[in-house]
C-alpha cells in the first residue's frame, strides 16, 4: 500500500494532518504547481533530439499526476520524516525519495514565489516593520551572571540559581 492524495483528499482532517493544508488550498495553488512543474521540466530534462529514450519512457514513476507530486513534497515538509519512511509511505526506493525532494523543492518553491505565498525578502519592509515596533518596550526576562561565592552558607543559598556549576546570580531587566 503506498500514500496517495485520492485515498485522503475526501477526509479534511487526515488530508490536513498529512499536509497542513485543506483540499481547497491544495487545488488552489495546483494549477501553477503544474505550470511550475512543466516549466522545471523543460529546463531540468535534456531536449529530445540528445535523449536515449522518448520522453516518458522507462518505470512509471509513483507520483505520476501533478496532485500526486504536489501531495508527496507537501507531506514532506509537514512531517519531515526521514527519507526511508517516506520511500515506504510513498512506494519508492530511499534514492528515488531524495531525487524527487531535490526536484519538488524547487518546483514548490517556484509556484510559492508565483503566488506570492512567500514572504517578503526587502530590506525597507523590514525597516517599516521595525519603525512600527519603535512604541513598544521589549524586555529581557532574566539572564544569570557569574558572582563571587561567599563563604558564609545562609548568604551562599539566596542568590543561587541551582545550577551545580557556577555560582550565579539572578537578574532581570
Not at 16 to 26: K, N, P, S, Y
Not at 96 to 122: C, F, K, M, S
Amino acid at each position: 500500500m503506498r500514500l496517495r492524495y485520492d485515498d485522503v483528499k475526501d477526509d479534511p482532517t487526515t488530508l490536513r494532518a498529512w499536509t497542513g493544508m485543506d483540499r481547497v488550498e491544495i487545488e488552489q495553488i495546483l494549477l501553477t504547481f503544474d505550470l511550475a512543474w512543466e516549466e522545471h521540466r523543460r529546463t531540468y530534462h535534456r531536449p529530445l533530439t540528445e535523449r536515449k529514450r522518448v520522453l516518458g519512457a522507462g518505470r512509471k514513476s509513483q507520483v505520476a499526476t501533478p496532485i500526486d507530486k504536489l501531495f508527496f513534497i507537501l507531506v514532506y515538509f509537514k512531517i519531515y520524516p526521514l527519507q526511508e519512511v517516506m520511500a515506504t509511505l510513498f512506494g519508492m526506493s530511499q534514492s528515488q525519495v531524495n531525487g524527487w525532494i531535490h526536484r519538488l523543492t524547487a518546483v514548490l518553491q517556484a509556484t510559492l514565489e508565483t503566488d506570492l505565498y512567500l514572504p517578503a525578502r526587502d530590506a525597507a519592509t523590514l525597516e517599516a516593520v521595525l519603525a512600527e515596533c519603535a512604541r513598544y518596550t521589549f524586555a529581557i526576562d532574566g539572564t544569570e551572571r557569574p558572582i563571587q561565592r561567599s563563604s558564609d552558607d545562609v548568604i551562599q543559598r539566596q542568590p543561587y540559581s541551582g545550577k551545580k556549576k557556577r555560582t550565579r546570580l539572578k537578574t532581570w531587566s
